[in-house]
C-alpha cells in the first residue's frame, strides 16, 4: 500500500486545496478525529496514516478571539504542532508546516525575508512563532512555511466576506494602511506539493530545514484587495459597492495587526525553485471558481 501524506486541517482552505490537488495520496485529517485540544488524538492519527510526509495546516486562526483565549491559541498553535513534530522525529517522517506573516511586527518599511527579527503585535502571532520554535526544537526534518492572507473558493475568507457584504452595501470601508500578499490555496497547495515531490524524489535534505517565505507575489493593501475582488467579479455581473479606504484606526480590532507584512520569498525560489504566481492572476481564477455554475 502506498504510504500518505497525512495532511491536518480537515475542512480549511489549505487542507481542501492540498486535498484536491493530491489526490488519493492525501489523508486528510481534523475534527473530531484530529484535535490539537485532544493530544491524544494526535498521536492516534499519525499512527493509522502511517505517512511518509505530514503537512500541518491546522490551526487558532481566530486573531481576534485569540486575544481573549490564548490559552485555546497555545494549544492550537504551539502545543498541538510540538506534539505532531516530535511524533514526527521520532518515525523519520519529514514535517512542512504553516506558519504565518503575523509572526513580524510590521514595522519594517520594506518586505520580509526570513532573518529579518520576529516581534508578532497580537497573541494569534506569538502563538504561531511559539509553535515554530517547537517544531525546531523537536528535531524533526521540518520546513515552516510563512504565508499570508490566504483565501479561496470556498471557507471563510476576505474575498468571500467581501462578495458577501456587496449584496446588502452600496459602500463598503476598507482599510488601506495595512500591506500584505494576498495568497491563494490552491497555489500555496501547489508550491507545497512541489516540494513534497522533490522530498520524495530525491530524500531529506538538510540544506532544505527552516524557515521559508510562501505566498503569491506583488502586494497590495485590504483596500486594494477588495477594489480587486470586486473589479473581477463584475466580470460575472457581480454588484460593485463603492469602497471607502480608511486608516486602521477607523476599524479598531481586538487583535493589532502589522502594518507591513509583505513577504519575500526569494528564498523558495532559490532552495526549492517554487515561485507563486501574481496574486492578481490568482485572484481570477479564484472567483472563476467561485462563480462557476
Known amino acids: 500500500m502506498t504510504r500518505a501524506i497525512l495532511v491536518t486541517g480537515g475542512s480549511g482552505q489549505l487542507a481542501t486545496a492540498l486535498s484536491r490537488a493530491g489526490g488519493a495520496r492525501v489523508h486528510v485529517v481534523g475534527r473530531p478525529v484530529f484535535d490539537f ?4 488524538t494526535i498521536a492516534a492519527a499519525f499512527n493509522a496514516a502511517r505517512p511518509w510526509l505530514v503537512i500541518n495546516a491546522a490551526a487558532y486562526t481566530a486573531v481576534d ?4 483565549d490564548a490559552a485555546a491559541a497555545m ?5 498541538g504542532p510540538e506534539e505532531l513534530a516530535r511524533l514526527c522525529a521520532a518515525a ?19 518586505p520580509y525575508v526570513e532573518a529579518d527579527r520576529t516581534g508578532p503585535c497580537c ?22 512555511l510563512r504565508t499570508a492572507w490566504v483565501y ?37 497547495a501547489a508550491a507545497i506539493l512541489t516540494i513534497a515531490g522533490l522530498i520524495e524524489s530525491h530524500g531529506w535534505n538538510d540544506t532544505w530545514s527552516g524557515v521559508f517565505h510562501a505566498a503569491n507575489s506583488g502586494d497590495t493593501t485590504w483596500h486594494g484587495f ?5 473589479a473581477s467579479a463584475a466580470r460575472y455581473g457581480a454588484k460593485v459597492p463603492e469602497v471607502i479606504p480608511i486608516p486602521t484606526a477607523e476599524y479598531p480590532t481586538p487583535a493589532k495587526r502589522p502594518e507591513n507584512s509583505r513577504l519575500d520569498c526569494g528564498r523558495l525560489n532559490s532552495v526549492f525553485g517554487v515561485r507563486l504566481p501574481p496574486w492578481r492572476d490568482s485572484l481570477a481564477r479564484v472567483i472563476d471558481e467561485i462563480f462557476a455554475v
Open 37 to 40: 485540544d485532544r493530544p491524544e
Open 65 to 68: 478571539a485569540a486575544e481573549t
Open 75 to 79: 494549544r492550537a498553535n504551539r502545543d
Open 92 to 110: 523519520d517522517v519529514p514535517l512542512i508546516h504553516i506558519s504565518t506573516d503575523y509572526v513580524y511586527s510590521g514595522d519594517k518599511p520594506t
Open 123 to 144: 497573541v494569534y502571532g506569538a502563538s504561531k512563532l511559539a509553535g515554530e520554535a517547537a517544531v525546531i526544537a523537536s528535531g524533526a526534518h521540518a520546513i515552516i
Open 152 to 188: 479561496a473558493a470556498t471557507g471563510r475568507n476576505f474575498a468571500r466576506t467581501m462578495l458577501s457584504l456587496a449584496q446588502t452595501r452600496d459602500t463598503l470601508r476598507v482599510v488601506a494602511d495595512q500591506r500584505g500578499c494576498p495568497t491563494a490555496a490552491p497555489d500555496l
Open 226 to 230: 477588495a477594489g480587486a475582488i470586486f
